[in-house]
């Protein structure tokens, strides 16, 4: 079992690790995690022992990560007599001693509903505040101060408002089909479970609105925008043909978006890793889906062919990034 939230005493709100490394990436925000205080999400836990009873965190701060984020025990971290998370790797056990096993294995929290807006976090003032000790009807939400109860409503704990996350637990999780086809998610209007939400690229055609995926072919820097050409083709009857024939899918990322973007260090980071890289790289998105578009052939200019094609809209919505286990 992995934490799935952790207290954040300087935003005294609960994150998520996708929200931590979200908050990491944003540079409209001032958030380090290497200089915040993270503690036990437990209420009662909490208070029982001094601020400085922290837990750390794995994979906060990387932008191109393979093995999952997490929250964790550090070797000094004390939880009370029947907090749940005291099972997790009790320290001095060993079994946190290597930075190696201790910190493998899937994501277990599943988010039910993946939220189109952003989470907005308002930072505790610096003076230290009253601890709000009013238990509201749910004791796992955090009673927080009024102003931000509507927003603490809806990041219920089971929802995010970060793509990273859906997406970590269908990467992490993908041997595991079972599993998978039990989750559901909801995104939108539309709730499916989370292993037909993630749509291969090749079959787009069967559904609209879901998260697409694919391995990528190639990236090509031009100079106003990105391609992202996948390997997979779609097999598309036209009106006028007689039988099915494949086309290529690639989806555009606009420069002019990403200098805009507010996680545009992180962002730039992750394609220029996946323009570098030598090894297998999928991309997620959500939001648009390909369409089949006629463009001038480069050596024949007054032909055109057909390709599925799509101009990336939010960045928030789209990931490129090693899933081992995907191919
Ligand atoms: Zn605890």
């Not at 996680?263 to 394609?271: D, G, T, W």
Request: with cysteine; net charge negative; charged share 30%.
């Amino acid at each position: 079992m992995k934490f799935d939230l952790a207290y954040c005493l300087g935003l005294d709100d609960k994150l998520s690790i996708y929200d931590v490394r979200d908050l990491n990436f944003d540079e409209t925000v001032a958030f380090d995690s290497a200089k915040e205080h993270f503690q036990c999400p437990n209420d009662a836990c909490r208070s029982a022992f001094e601020a400085s009873n922290e837990l750390g965190t794995f994979n906060a701060k990387n932008v191109n990560y393979v093995r999952t984020p997490h929250f964790k025990n550090l070797p000094t971290t004390q939880h009370v007599a029947g907090c749940p998370y005291v099972s997790l790797k009790t320290p001095g056990s060993g079994v946190e001693a290597s930075d190696g096993e201790g910190d493998g294995g899937p994501e277990e929290h599943f988010p039910s509903e993946l939220l189109l807006t952003r989470r907005e976090y308002v930072r505790k003032p610096a003076a230290p505040n009253v601890e709000a000790d009013v238990l509201r009807d749910d004791p796992v939400r955090v009673a927080g101060v009024s102003a931000k109860e509507s927003a603490s409503r809806e990041t219920a704990p089971d929802k995010t408002s970060v793509f990273a996350h859906p997406v970590e637990c269908f990467v992490s999780n993908f041997a595991d089909k079972e599993l998978l086809k039990r989750m559901p998610l909801k995104v939108g209007e539309h709730t499916a479970p989370y292993g037909s939400f993630f749509k291969k690229i090749e079959y787009l055609l069967d559904n609209k609105g879901l998260i697409y995926w694919g391995k990528i072919k190639e990236i090509k820097d031009y100079t106003q925008s990105f391609r992202i050409d996948f390997e997979q083709k779609v097999w598309f009857k036209q009106a006028d043909e007689a039988k099915k024939k494949p086309y290529s899918v690639n989806v555009y990322l606009s420069k002019k978006l990403i200098d805009n973007y507010r996680k545009r260090k992180a962002f730039l980071e992750e394609i220029k890793h996946a323009i570098d890289s030598d090894k297998e790289l999928f991309c997620f998105f959500y939001g648009v889906t390909p369409e089949l578009k006629q463009v001038p052939s480069k050596k024949n200019p007054e032909q055109t062919f057909g390709v599925f094609s799509v101009n990336i809209e939010n960045l928030d919505h789209f990931i490129v990034r090693e899933a081992p286990g995907l191919a």
